[in-house]
């Protein structure tokens, strides 16, 4: 009868365990100085190795060379507990046997000593499983157990365990294992099992199981089910639906290109090739995981769960960002992520996600934003724009008028003749038309415009943004009056201001801040000195 890999190939002593030093040199020592606790808890993710380890301590303590490290594997108490029928090692499965009543039957169990072997050695199983009721009634025995008996309790989820158990016991934390480690075995097995597989396959594989021996030697089981003695990386991920290092860069360019129409085009195919898109998205949110690590930690490191020629991929790829953008693109990664969980609409959510990352590639640092106004951070400041010269030299100003000059020193004329022909460009000839009869004048940084109220309908604000940042060369904000020439006047009549308000807004930094944020307002000048 056919065996699979994981069984087949299970550790039978603590020299041929893979990973886990600390429990394996912390059991080894223990027995060799031959003291032995009568309870221990083994935790930690699954397919990490608590039930092998559980199994070896039995052999090491029950073995006729022993208690010994090293059990021979040849006498019968060995040859049992590696078949899983000793008498002297009761393996429970705690998810099926969780209620007092079978606690109760352990308890008495253990007031007989073995029946041949030197040690009686309980094994629960998932012993989170087990009831409040029914670990109260194992309570006592667990903390005063007969000398010939040893409990050993495997668990995944340590914390349902109750600290009236754990304290009585001593408590071991298995780590996932490193993925270089899962390889190294994986190749080795397929050596023994004459099977063909390159290191990009092996490492697919690896990849599978996450830090669990079991669960990467089960995808190598369902690999050679499929694809037969000879391994083909492709095949193998298409087996188990992962993503190609190739697919996933596909998001990586259109970031790069900022091309959200590749975007969607992506989650098209996601959807036409019935992919997963939850899992989609949560490889996505693994791939730029590791950019970032690629970017912070170089090519050829432990950190990241990939094959050599794979991580020097990832390390070219990470070169083209930064790491805040990086950050950004996995945080943004992981929010779809946990919002596909819930959506009944999941392709809308993904695309939605994905436009945001291009979006988000967009964004400027407030740091530099900040150092672009001049006022720190910046060794060289940016240079001003120099004034464009006006088409027709305006009449001088009253003193009184000082704060209503234009920022830039364009006239109302020139405004006029600038957004005109900005409109006829950008195709709007109406819109043109109407601000051919306007008056336009800067104030603060706003422009103003007064129309006659026969152009109302022309007057579109969104279409004037537009123009306006056309000819500006940059988004400022508008004002729109529709009226007579009495209006018009009002608008060319000077704002008056106190002298702290002049000399504020004529200040170089502050006029550089509002080109910067043309949405801004200064509402309130107030002296410190008053």
């Known amino acids: 009868m056919y065996q699979v890999i994981a069984r087949k190939y299970r550790p039978q002593t603590f020299a041929e365990l893979i990973g886990q030093e600390h429990v394996r040199t912390t059991l080894e020592n223990a027995i060799a100085q031959r003291r032995i606790a009568h309870g221990y808890i083994l935790s930690g993710q699954r397919g990490t190795g608590k039930t092998t380890v559980a199994r070896i301590l039995a052999r090491c303590l029950n073995c006729v060379e022993g208690p010994t490290k090293s059990p021979c594997g040849k006498c019968s108490s060995c040859l049992e507990v590696t078949a899983g029928n000793s008498p002297d090692v009761i393996e429970i499965d705690a998810a099926s046997n969780r209620g007092i009543n079978e606690m109760r039957e352990l308890r008495e169990n253990v007031r007989y000593r073995p029946a041949r072997d030197r040690y009686k050695v309980f094994i629960v199983d998932e012993a989170h499983q087990i009831t409040s009721e029914a670990f109260n009634a194992l309570l006592k ?39 270089a480690e899962v390889v190294e075995r994986m190749e080795w097995i397929a050596k023994q099992e004459d099977i063909e ?40 991920r298409g087996l188990l639906g992962a993503f190609s290092l190739d697919s996933l860069h596909q998001v990586t360019q ?148 000082k704060l209503s000059t234009t920022m830039s020193g364009v006239a109302s004329g020139d405004w006029r003749e600038r957004i005109h022909s900005a409109l006829l460009e950008l195709e709007m000839p109406f819109t043109a038309d109407a601000i051919e009869h306007s008056e336009i004048a800067e104030v603060n940084g706003e422009l103003h415009f007064v129309t006659p109220e026969e152009f109302k309908l022309a007057m579109n604000e969104k279409d004037i943004l537009k123009g306006v940042q056309k000819a500006a060369g940059r988004p400022m904000r508008i004002k729109i009056t529709m009226g007579s020439p009495a209006a018009t006047a009002a608008l060319k009549k000077p704002v008056q201001a106190d002298d702290a308000s002049e000399r504020a807004l004529a200040h170089p930094e502050v006029r550089r801040f509002q080109e910067m944020f043309p949405d801004a307002q200064v509402r309130v000048v107030r002296n410190l000195k008053e």
């Open 141 to 179: 025995t667990l903390e005063e157990p007969p000398e010939w008996v040893v409990f050993v309790l495997c668990t995944t989820e340590v914390h349902k365990i109750p600290t009236t158990i754990a304290s009585r016991c001593q408590q071991f934390s298995f780590r996932s294992v490193d993925f």
């Open 254 to 401: 259109a970031l790069s290109t900022e091309d959200s129409r590749r975007m969607l085009d992506i989650v098209m195919e996601l959807e036409r090739n019935g992919r997963n898109l939850q899992h989609f998205c949560r490889e996505l949110a693994r791939y730029f995981r590791n950019l970032l690590v690629a970017k912070v930690a170089g090519a050829n490191t432990r950190l990241i769960a990939a094959s050599g020629p794979e991580q020097g991929r990832l390390a070219e790829i990470a070169a083209g960002f930064s790491e805040e953008d990086l950050t950004r693109y996995l945080q943004l990664t992981l929010d779809i992520f946990k919002d596909l969980q819930f959506s009944l609409q999941p392709r809308l959510h993904l695309e939605i996600g994905l436009l945001r990352l291009i979006q988000a590639g967009r964004l400027l640092p407030i740091e530099e934003a900040l150092a672009n106004l001049g006022g720190g951070g910046s060794s060289t400041p940016p240079k001003p724009t120099p004034p464009r010269k006006p088409a027709s030299t305006p009449a001088p100003a009253a003193p009184s008028a």
């Open 197 to 236: 597989a390159d290191a990009e396959t092996l490492s697919v594989l690896a990849q599978a199981g996450e830090g669990s021996v079991r669960d990467s030697l089960s995808a190598l089981d369902q690999a050679i089910a499929c694809c037969g003695l000879k391994l083909n990386a492709q095949e193998v």
